[in-house]
């Protein structure tokens, strides 16, 4: 029998670890009920170190090898990702497998692809449980650990950002809604979920940054020798504003804005960071559109308030996001509500947040009621979620943490796998991206429809690249993605291709072509 683990509650509480020798504030587990899992990457199993000690037991039979390894194998292939539906076993998260027969003990580690996993001791505990099962096991150690920081984009990315695995764009597109604090209690929730965090404040105008948190120094350091910028830190979150350079608010044209937040962002020594989260400015003008290009973000989360105001404004910011292929993850209603003598109040109308979700198809929508306690601690440099972390504004910054999770593990693993190519039958396999169109192409076709300046003239459009240039029996030497909207693929002759998924739809397809296994 197949069993199907998700977490019925999760719990925060406020402790104290070290992170590079500096106090980190983290969350354990507090009852809150959460209907999210984690989304786990699909891949295949793999193990680092597979170990296997005979011996005789004195009055018992020797258990093989094989069998033994077997056992352990089928019994954590009972657990199951509620998301994927597939076990932690195909999911390739069981490493180090080690067994001594002779004693009876079983130890491995289980490697998941984020430390904010939120169901992580869920897992520990059902695996110790299934493999403890076992009649010839004794003992059980389990060990969790986590992937390293690593970007699944392509592309030559500046050096700051090559160690961060997930960026996600906090925007509103509208001033006054509460977007800073939704991004500031955003980040230090992740980072009591377990995570390396960091926050960048993209607001030169008016950056919020420095009001919102109390780092020791406020002031950013420059690395002399590499011409990078150190970051400054609050309980374990890495920061960087304008507002830190000592410049205050700042008086200037659009071009320049663009030029210094290119410079802040991707200068910084951001290091291995799990979630780096974006405050955006509001509107969808050149900054806004200096962030999506320059760098590769992973998701969106939109905040808006329940007026209709809002909502045009919102949806704006939400096609913005969309033309540039960044998926919106989920929608943040604040402000939406007050309890009074018993009753509960909607002062400013309701819907907003309903009809961003509804009409752009967000699939997750969360509220935030009136807090004075909320206004408070972002003017007081303490984020609600750490002055209060068992209050109700602090477990719904925990759902949405959880969503946030989720969602870019998701997209993550359905990017990774978008366009593969399949040696045995010598075609390119296409599932793109939130689609159920899956299809062939023949990698000759893919790189004989190359729309770069290489091969097709950028002033008269000529074609440069002719059909002969290209070898029937081309093949791909690498296929990589590039943000959510394009793969990088690398032919023999050296050259990187620059494939859209929209390009890849219009190609000719293979038909009648026997799928592999």
């Known amino acids: 029998m197949q069993l199907l683990y998700a977490p019925s509650s999760l719990y925060f509480s406020l402790r104290t670890l070290n992170f590079q020798s500096k106090p980190v504030v983290r969350y354990s587990l ?124 392509a592309g030559k990315l500046p050096a700051g950002l090559q160690t961060i695995s997930n960026i996600v764009a906090v925007s509103s597109c509208k001033g006054g809604v509460g977007k800073s604090t939704v991004a500031v209690n955003l980040a230090y929730t992740l980072a009591g979920m377990g995570a390396r965090v960091g926050i960048f404040d993209a607001d030169i105008y008016g950056p919020s940054l420095p009001t919102m948190v109390s780092p020791e120094n406020r002031l950013l350091e420059m690395n002399p020798e590499k011409r ?80 209709k105001l809002a909502f045009i404004d919102v949806a704006k910011g939400v096609r913005m996001f969309s033309k540039l292929k960044v998926p919106c993850i989920a929608v943040v209603e604040n402000m939406c509500h007050f309890d009074a003598d018993g009753k509960r109040y909607y002062p400013f109308g309701r819907g907003s947040g309903s009809q961003v979700v509804q009409q752009f198809g967000i699939p997750h929508l969360f509220d935030l009621p ?57 075609a390119i396999k296409v599932k793109v991206p939130d689609s159920d169109d899956e299809f062939l192409l023949h990698p000759a076709t893919v790189r004989r429809n190359d729309q770069s300046a290489r091969s097709v003239d950028e002033w008269t459009g000529e074609q440069k690249l002719q059909y002969t240039d290209v070898p029937e029996d081309i093949e791909p030497e690498e296929i990589r993605p590039m943000g959510n909207y394009a793969v990088q693929i690398t032919w023999p002759d050296g050259f990187n291709q620059i494939a859209p998924y929209d390009q890849l739809q219009t190609l000719e397809r293979l038909v009648g072509v026997p799928r592999s296994a």
Request: proline residues 6%; glycine residues 6%.
């Open 370 to 426: 009136i807090r004075p306690t909320l206004s408070a601690s972002g003017d007081s440099g303490m984020p609600e979620v750490v002055a209060d972390p068992q209050g109700e504004v602090s477990r719904s910054f925990q759902e949405l943490g959880v969503c946030v999770v989720q969602q870019c593990a998701k997209i993550r693993q359905q990017v990774s796998t978008a366009v593969m190519y399949d040696k045995s039958i010598k």
């Open 228 to 307: 990078t910028i150190i970051p400054t830190a609050y309980l374990g979150v890495k920061l960087v504003s304008f507002g830190f350079a000592g410049q205050g608010r700042a008086i200037m044209r659009g071009p320049m804005v663009s030029g210094v937040i290119d410079q802040l962002l991707t200068t910084t020594e951001w290091g291995e960071l799990d979630y780096l989260v974006i405050d955006m400015p509001p509107g969808t003008g050149d900054i806004q559109l200096t962030l999506c290009q320059v760098v590769p973000l992973t998701a969106a989360v939109i905040v808006t308030t329940p007026q």
């Open 30 to 153: 507090l009852p809150l009920k959460l209907n999210y899992a984690f989304g786990l990457s699909n891949q295949r199993s793999s193990f680092s170190c597979i170990k296997t000690k005979t011996a005789s037991l004195e009055g018992a039979s020797t258990v093989s090898s094989r069998t033994t390894e077997n056992d352990v194998l089928k019994a954590l292939s009972q657990i199951i990702d509620p998301d994927f539906g597939t076990d932690i076993v195909s999911c390739g998260f069981v490493k180090d497998l080690l067994i001594d027969e002779a004693q009876g003990e079983v130890s491995f580690r289980l490697e998941l692809t984020t430390p904010a996993c939120p169901i992580k001791d869920m897992f520990e505990q059902k695996a110790n449980e299934v493999v403890a099962v076992l009649p010839w096991v004794k003992n059980v150690k389990v060990t969790m650990s986590a992937q390293p920081a690593r970007p699944i984009f």
